[in-house]
């Protein structure tokens, strides 16, 4: 049975991070994870300055799969997600964010796409807000969701990677097939996701969108007009570095 960790960037969470980390317990005993061995839970507290890091303690005994990384001061969810990706051992990686915006039973379908049998699906499988079959359940306001749509687009003309939605931050990933570039992986902050894919693009990975439930949900850190901008301009530099880097064998 392939292994599974998760990985679950946090930053000031203590308002949403208990009601996340019982849905994790709930999803379990409902058997939502059945079909790999859940080995691990890796919280990463981006320097929090709340009680993040002590709600996860005391909710360790509940979900004995809960482990705490501490990083200080504060560096961004890019690098929150690069520590815990280099920390785990198993077999695949399930980043999900601190808010649950998408549910833990989603992982089914993303599952689906890379644990299929008898023929092995994708390398990466990201869940999708934007691709037929993916419910919004609750929308961001006008503004967000169509700056997150030009963003995407932006993404798509610069890059050439194909999908709709590279932000949605839900991703299931097979680690030894990303251990190599996760030492070349730099983007600290929000544009992560098409650092690694694009890094994914240049290995050969086989990638997947899949449709996926989501609601919005209150406490955003991302500021649509600010951010985007820096991601945007993050993209174009990104895009130049990874084509000229050498080809290794």
Known sequence: MPSLSIVIPAFNEAGRLPQTLALIKS???????????????????????????????????ELPELRIHSVTPNQGKGNAIHTGLKLIQSDWCLIADADSATPWDQFIPLSQSCLGTPTPGAQIAMGSRDIEGSVRKERQSWLRENLGRIFNLAVRWITGLPFKDTQCGFKLIHMPSVRPFLPLLQVKRFAWDVEL????????????????????????????????????????QMKFRIAFLPVTS
């Open 27 to 61: 999803s379990k005993e409902k058997g939502i994870f059945k079909s790999v061995e859940l080995q691990e839970i890796w919280m990463i507290d981006d320097g929090s300055q709340d009680e993040t890091t002590q709600i996860a303690k005391n909710f360790t005994s």
């Open 197 to 236: 894919l694009l890094f994914a693009k240049r290995a050969g990975l086989s990638m997947v969108e899949v449709p996926v439930v989501w609601e919005h949900q209150e406490g955003s850190r991302i500021n649509p007009l600010k951010d985007g901008i820096e991601m945007f301009f993050r993209v174009i």
